[in-house]
């Protein structure tokens, strides 16, 4: 009987762990999304300038 009630109390600090681990891991995988978003945001302005740098370039090089 004890060792039934022990290998119960493992099994259940066991999934604890488990749970208290999957949090963080949620938690890690939520920040990194974020971060992916930042720089994606950030990304896609700078191709934004870029091309309408490009863009003014070309027109100001076949108006003169």
Do not use: D, P
Request: proline share 0%.
């Amino acid at each position: 009987m004890a060792n039934k009630n022990n290998a119960l109390q493992k099994i259940e600090s066991h999934e604890k762990l488990c749970r208290i681990m999957q949090k963080q891991t949620h938690q890690k995988i939520h920040a990194i999304e974020k971060q992916i978003c930042r720089i994606e945001t950030i990304l896609l302005t700078s191709v934004g300038a870029l091309i309408t740098g490009m863009a003014g370039m070309i027109y100001m090089l076949i108006t003169k």
